[in-house]
């Protein structure tokens, strides 16, 4: 079974529509694009990562994972420490930079206190970079990722400061809950929903995937 | 010609090798080499053997993953990290004899600090570029199921490189005329077996070493 969940994955998967192109990393994003693919938005596109420079520009949304993502959805899958004399390393940058850059990105991740930091040890694939002005005045079309969606709920930066809040709860989540497995003062929205629980389709394209 | 004896002439001391989808028989006959700087987009199972036997002194890459590789990097294994589609554009730049290759990318990330790559502006437009140094690999050895199904990605690296090897899984078809061609060999002696049982494993290569 999946790190995020039956709620996590189609939290995710729910964010997709039908007919889009989606760039997935292996794992739990592909599986989500692919319940997605089985339910709601038939005829979606999962591209593979091969011709990376050709395809990206096809795609319309991607969906990526990481080892750390910080307040301002930065993502690290480099190290955590001093570059040159890390004390964990991870597995590098692949397609991931070019994903947060060029398109609007679902991140799935559990969510640990361990992996949601204030602020990354080494931005490999930048999302809100430091603010709100950040990644138009470097050139970044959009705001990198659109939603993070974990075990516990969904976080979607506020426009007016670039981070990231609370905005879905899965069923049976707390805020607390959430906040104690978040490192920095998570707020949350105003209009803060609860995820609705898998319906029929849903469970069936998941108990089928699973066997 | 059997696949070893091939690959053991392609592939001499020093060398710099671009290393994409190769199957591990082809690191088995590499594995006393020394000093090879292997560039590879993802070095896979294969990659991490040639690393964990001893044989890279430097890796370019753009997926630092596979045991092997991560514990060369904490005893001096050097390290030069590109995005895949930096990769991309530095075997673009190879294969098409130019310099370097541009891309938008490295913007807003830290890898830009310390990795090889520059910003370049468009002479035509202004806008901001990256520019990565051009792959230009002594050899290329790529993986294909056949010699005329050779992915597009894999079409760079072979032209890019001085001399080129695909290894097919099946006979038919014909490669880049440039590109020697050799049939991967089936595992007869049980080796993938081998390479998941770290302690019989070293054992193996010590004596295959010897």
Redesign the interface.
């Known amino acids: 079974m999946s790190a995020l969940g039956s709620a996590g994955l189609v939290a995710a998967a729910r964010l997709l529509q039908a007919g889009q192109v989606c760039v997935g990393e292996p794992g739990d994003p592909t599986a989500a694009a692919r319940l997605a693919a089985a339910t709601h938005a038939p005829g979606l596109i999962v591209l593979d ?5 050709y395809s ?1 520009r096809r795609a319309q949304v991607g969906l990526v994972t990481a080892a750390q993502i910080d307040a301002f959805g930065n993502l690290n899958t ?1 190290v955590l420490g001093d ?1 040159d004399e890390p004390t964990a ?10 994903v947060t ?2 398109l609007p990105t679902i991140v799935l991740l559990p969510h640990r206190l361990a992996a949601f930091v204030e602020r990354v040890d ?5 999302g809100g ?1 430091s603010g709100p002005l ?2 138009a005045l ?3 079309p959009g705001t990198g990722p659109i939603a993070v969606v974990t075990d516990l709920g969904v976080l979607r930066p506020d426009p007016a400061t670039a981070e990231l809040v609370l905005t879905d709860l899965h069923p049976g989540v707390t805020v607390e809950q959430v906040r104690a497995e978040t490192g920095w003062p998570l707020e949350v929205s105003a209009d803060l929903v609860e995820t609705a629980p898998p319906s029929e389709a849903e469970q069936a394209a998941l108990t089928s995937s699973a066997a | 010609m059997a696949l070893a004896e091939v690959v053991d002439a392609l592939v001499p001391d020093g060398s710099t090798v671009a290393w994409e989808g190769v199957p591990v028989a082809v690191a088995r006959a590499l594995l006393r080499r020394r000093g090879l700087t292997l560039v590879s987009t ?1 070095p896979g199972v294969s990659g991490d053997l040639l690393v964990g036997a001893g044989c890279v002194d430097r890796l370019v ?5 596979g045991p092997r590789i ?1 514990a060369a ?2 005893s001096g294994l050097a390290l030069e ?5 930096g990769m ?2 530095a075997y673009d730049a190879g294969a098409a004899g130019l310099p370097c290759g541009l ?9 830009a600090a ?1 990795t090889r790559v520059a910003t370049v502006r468009c002479p035509f437009t202004g ?2 570029l990256a520019a990565v140094p051009a792959l230009t690999p002594d050899v290329a050895i790529v993986h294909a199921p056949r010699a005329d199904r050779i ?3 894999r079409l760079p690296p072979l032209y890019a490189a001085r001399r080129a090897l695909v290894v097919v899984d099946e006979d038919g078809g014909e490669a880049p005329w440039f590109a020697e061609v050799v049939r991967a060999e089936p595992d007869e002696d049980g080796w993938a077996e081998l390479l998941a049982d770290r302690a019989r494993f070293t054992a193996w290569l010590a004596q295959a070493r010897a």
């Not at chain 1, 080494?122 to 930048?126: D, G, H, K, M, N």
Request: charge should be negative; proline fraction near 8%; charged fraction near 20%.
């Open positions: 990562g091969s011709l990376p420079r990206l480099t570059y390393r991870f597995a590098g940058p692949g397609l991931l930079p070019d850059a060029a080494f931005v490999t694939a930048p970079l950040d990644r470097v050139g970044l | 993802a890459t753009s997926a630092v993953a991560q990097l904490r990290e590109h995005t895949a589609t991309a554009a891309l938008r990318g490295y913007t807003g990330t830290d890898l310390v806008e901001q992915s597009p990605d």
